[in-house]
């Protein structure tokens, strides 16, 4: 095992993104979630972590619900940063005393560094904004410690006690001035090596799927996006024939697709076999509108077609694209196996029948690209960029039709067209249309026209875990809101979505 940092997740808000940043800095971390993990596996852990990063969370210390892990850390003499609920509980489990803060900190806040010449503080200035979100307060530090920072309602606003530290602000958080620096600072501290390259992975990759399928026989469903092809071309250095690689049409693909797809894949030797099976999507689809509902029974149906794919090939196992962004919202554990029997992940049905081989699940998308770069996906793929599993089924708010599906797929091919023309394509994240619910009057060749609202959505993200929106220019977007409407059937007006990530999400359902 490499050497790893890990982040206990307490349930705030922002742990995933100590665990980013962690990554940033060169240092493999890990997020696991204390709050339904078994102690045991909690313990194993800490004890083969290098430090231990404290999250925030929404609970109050005094409820003493966590104190035995924070024991845990301390007794294994575990170098360890706590981060605002984190920052509470060492600091309490220490003997400090926290309690109702007399004047709770949210958002931007000013703290006052009183111990500059503490490693933690290296290059960091007095007087920082950092960004807090707290009731509570760590009033007196534990008995030994020192104070090293203040602010207004935190007069314990960070301390040290031997190489245990806690920070009530948020590193993590762009928000916060030097935060990064501040992580950076610790892992020094910590004396762990910068060696983490996710490219750097490949061969302990194929040397785990090897392991994970033995003799047997495995199919990897591939989409045509970065994370499938990735993991099905690591699939296939580890099982060569063994490795059946398919591509499901469940007429839902944006337009070109999946043959566009299909071409590059075997180009890179992925001899795929296409299934169609578009015909029982629909079918299934029929009359379901709620989102949530639309992806389980996408799911349900593209479950069954891999299971009777590989019932025909006598394969066992899945090979799948999951990514770190998707184990994170499912609660993944650090250590366990690449194999779950079943899981929630992109739908898939409990009762599952096939083993599943997720080669990616603990990789952001930026360093799966990383390893495509490496492993020779061709480029028109690696910055493709990302479909949801259920496609242009979550681009149609309402029911999902034939119709729409061709509506919403022409009005997504000119968005590509017009952003692809302007040489944006790199620069953006996603860029796609939506077919929205609402229903707007036009006028169309001097006649009233009573039809759909296209939504058009274009975002700038690193992982997707945050997005801001593109500043796309007027004649830009001018340009493709006159061109869906003269073009594409049933469309009589166009919109652009103006919200950033959070507090929507990127895809409309
Ligand atoms: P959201 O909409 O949650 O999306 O901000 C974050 C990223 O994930 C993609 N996405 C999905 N990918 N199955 C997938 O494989 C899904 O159900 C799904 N929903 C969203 C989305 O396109 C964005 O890149």
């Given at each position: 095992m490499i050497d790893y940092i890990l982040v206990l997740d307490f349930g705030g808000q922002y742990a995933h993104l100590i665990v980013r940043r962690v990554?940033?800095?060169?240092?493999?971390?890990?997020?696991?979630?204390?709050?339904?993990?078994?102690?045991?596996?909690?313990?194993?852990?800490?004890?083969?972590?290098?430090?231990?990063?404290?999250?925030?969370?929404?609970?109050?210390?005094?409820?003493?619900?966590?104190?035995?892990?924070?024991?845990?850390?301390?007794?294994?003499?575990?170098?360890?940063?706590?981060?605002?609920?984190?920052?509470?509980?060492?600091?309490?489990?220490?003997?400090?005393?926290?309690?109702?803060?007399?004047?709770?900190?949210?958002?931007?806040?000013?703290?006052?560094?009183?111990?500059?010449?503490?490693?933690?503080?290296?290059?960091?200035?007095?007087?920082?904004?950092?960004?807090?979100?707290?009731?509570?307060?760590?009033?007196?530090?534990?008995?030994?410690?020192?104070?090293?920072?203040?602010?207004q309602g935190s007069p314990v606003a960070a301390f040290k006690y031997g190489n245990i530290y806690g920070v009530q602000w948020h590193p993590e958080v762009v928000h916060t001035m030097f935060g990064l620096k501040l992580i950076d600072n610790w892992l020094k501290i910590v004396g762990v090596e910068r060696s983490w390259k996710p490219e750097d992975m490949v061969g302990k990759l194929v040397d785990s799927i090897r392991e994970a399928v033995g003799d047997g026989l495995a199919i990897a469903a591939v989409s045509g996006g970065v994370d499938s092809t990735t993991a099905a071309l690591l699939a296939k250095r580890a099982l060569g024939d063994r490795l059946i690689p398919v591509v499901i049409d469940h007429g839902l693909h944006p337009a070109g697709e999946p043959w566009g797809s299909v071409e590059l894949l075997r180009k890179v030797g992925l001899d795929v076999k296409v299934v169609k099976a578009d015909d029982r999507f629909f079918e299934a689809l029929k009359g379901v509108v709620d989102p949530e509902e639309k992806r389980r029974v996408f799911g349900r149906v593209y479950a069954e077609v891999l299971e009777e794919v590989a019932e025909q090939h006598g394969a066992e196992y899945l090979v799948q694209g999951t990514i770190y962004p998707d184990v994170i919202e499912s609660g993944g554990r650090p250590g366990s196996s690449i194999i779950k029997t079943h899981h929630n992940v992109a739908g898939l049905p409990r009762g599952f029948k096939l083993k599943l081989v997720e080669p990616l699940k603990w990789f952001y998308k930026d360093e799966v690209r990383r390893i495509a770069s490496r492993i020779g996906v061709p480029k028109e793929i690696i910055r493709r960029q990302p479909i949801p599993g259920p496609a242009l089924a979550v681009r149609i708010e309402g029911e999902v039709t034939r119709e729409k599906v061709e509506v919403v797929r022409k009005a997504d091919a000119i968005v590509r067209e017009e952003i692809e023309a302007e040489g944006l394509q790199d620069r953006l994240w996603q860029y796609f249309a939506v077919l929205t619910a609402s229903k707007a009057t036009g006028v169309k060749g001097d006649r009233r026209a009573y039809g759909y609202v296209v939504a058009v959505r274009a975002v700038i993200s690193v992982d997707a875990m945050t997005a801001s929106i593109a500043r796309l220019k007027w004649e830009l977007l001018e340009r493709i809101a006159s061109r869906i409407v003269s073009e594409v059937p049933g469309v009589v007006r166009v919109v652009y979505d103006i919200t950033s990530k959070p507090p929507a999400t990127i895809e409309w359902e």
């Open positions: 990554r940033e800095l060169g240092v493999y971390s890990e997020l696991l979630s204390v709050d339904g993990t078994q102690l045991e596996v909690l313990k194993e852990a800490i004890r083969g972590a290098r430090g231990v990063i404290l999250s925030g969370g929404p609970s109050s210390v005094w409820e003493g619900k966590h104190d035995e892990i924070a024991r845990i850390i301390i007794e294994e003499g575990k170098p360890a940063l706590g981060i605002c609920y984190g920052h509470q509980l060492l600091a309490r489990v220490l003997g400090g005393v926290v309690d109702k803060a007399r004047k709770p900190e949210f958002g931007p806040t000013i703290v006052s560094i009183k111990a500059r010449d503490d490693p933690l503080f290296n290059g960091i200035i007095e007087t920082i904004v950092v960004w807090m979100s707290h009731n509570d307060a760590v009033l007196e530090p534990p008995p030994g410690a020192s104070i090293l920072a203040v602010s």
